[in-house]
């Protein structure tokens, strides 16, 4: 039997088996850079991935999401995602400065050359192991600062992590893992979350900027509408001016939307995402220390419910400019019907007095008709001595009358037919 596979089948099959982390233990350093693609496309970062390659061992082929390179020692795991692309750099151990990038060159100078897109997000990682290294037991105003640290656990207690999600003089941010009991796949795992957690995060927040940019152009066109729609409401307006003006309005209302739909929408689903892994995460709190879910929830659940405000609020001013459009439009062909109205009447009456005019004219040339023919009859008989002409004119003039209206009734009848 001849089968006959979905064209996406081995895609599909593909695409639950990428963006896997390599299988890491304690000790080793990760370093991650998150670029935002903007006009950047899919050929140019496997343009930059496939530059790196030629310098390093393949583990995992380059596809169009995802490849995993050895260079020096490091190994480098490229993701693709729609609107950004992550690199990450992965070696074992780990030093007395956990935190130094200078671990990771020269892989890093050539993963910096010719990097598409703009970084948003780069990250230190140190996972580590033994008591020494408890978070809790460490001097950690060395790496991150007092005010805003994070200890909490994770993973239901297997783990517990120390960050201050601040970016350094380095220009990355950091992050401690102490591992308490991961196994096999959970360090990775584990790894991902936290930093699929924070890349997500900072994607959501891309829209706070631009719906804090927009507001005050939101609230003219708020406070204008509010106006026009006063306008609408007073019968001595001037409707054409009205309509332009709403129409110019609703036109500023539809860039706006254009312009800032796609940004909300993606923030709304980052944020969900960013909710998915911090729940995914298993948290657990640390006495003194404010937790991961605190801190995430504290910022981002008020940045999204700002964009989703001014969402709604751009919708609710586009249904109003319309309802206010619609309402004027229905009071100018209101108008229109009572101009037509009166138009028609006029029509009616002018109609009315041509036909009168019609009648009378046609009453004088039944008389004018009627003269003339018995005019011609006359001196026909003028001629004739068999009777008298006076009698005779006396007869004519009715019977001519009659014929003539008759003739000008059938012809009136034939034309109207």
């Known amino acids: 039997m001849t089968i006959r596979d979905h064209p996406l089948r081995g895609a599909l099959s593909a695409e639950m088996h990428v963006r896997r982390m390599p299988r890491m233990a304690a000790p080793c350093r ?3 850079v998150v670029t935002v693609l903007g006009e950047a496309n899919t050929d140019d970062t496997r343009a930059h991935v496939e530059a790196l390659k030629r310098l390093a061992t393949v583990i995992v082929p380059l596809s169009a999401k995802y490849a995993v390179l050895s260079i020096d020692g490091v190994t480098l795991v490229w993701e693709r995602h729609t609107e950004f692309a992550t690199y990450t750099l992965l070696r074992p151990g780990i030093s007395a400065e956990p935190f130094n990038p200078a671990d990771f060159d020269p892989v890093r100078d050539r993963l910096y050359a010719g990097m598409p897109g ?19 037991a460490l001097d950690l105003p060395r790496w991150f600062a007092a005010e805003s640290t994070v200890v909490c656990d994770v993973a239901d207690g297997l783990a517990r992590i120390a960050s201050d999600f601040r970016l ?10 102490h591992d308490r009991g991961l196994q096999h796949d959970e360090p990775g795992q584990l790894f991902m979350r936290l930093q699929e957690l924070g890349n997500y995060r900072n994607m959501a927040l891309l829209g706070l900027p631009l719906a804090q940019q927009l507001t005050p152009s939101v609230s003219q066109l708020q406070a204008r509408l509010a106006e026009l729609t006063h306008g609408v409401s007073e019968r001595s307006s001037q409707d054409d001016l009205l309509l332009d003006e709403l129409s110019f309005l609703s ?31 298993h948290i657990g709190g640390v006495r003194g220390y404010q937790s991961l879910d605190d801190f995430t929830e504290r910022r981002l659940i008020p940045a999204v419910r700002t964009c989703d405000s001014f969402s709604a609020r751009l919708d609710d001013l586009s249904r109003r400019a319309a309802w206010t459009s619609d309402l004027l439009r229905t009071r100018i062909d209101i108008a229109l019907a009572r101009q037509n109205r009166d138009l028609l009447s006029s029509m ?22 009627s003269y003339y023919l018995v005019a011609l009859i006359g001196h026909v008989l003028g001629v004739v001595t068999i009777v008298s002409h006076d ?27």
């Open 251 to 281: 036109a500023e209302l539809a860039r706006l939307v254009a312009e800032t739909r796609y940004r909300m929408s993606a923030t709304r689903a980052y944020a969900q995402l960013s909710e998915d892994r911090l729940v995914s995460l």
């Open 168 to 177: 350094n003089a380095d220009g990355y941010g950091r992050l401690l893992i």
């Open 348 to 369: 009616d009456r002018r109609t009315d007095l041509q036909l009168r005019l019609q009648q009378t004219v046609e009453g004088l040339s039944v008389v004018a008709i």
């Open 30 to 32: 990760m370093m991650q």
């Open 391 to 417: 009698v005779a004119m006396a007869i004519a003039v009715p019977l001519v009358l009659l014929l003539v209206t008759f003739a000008l009734y059938r012809m009136k009848r034939h034309m109207l037919k």
């Open 118 to 136: 703009e970084i948003i997000r780069s990250t230190q990682i140190a996972l580590v192991a033994g008591a020494e290294w408890e978070p809790t």
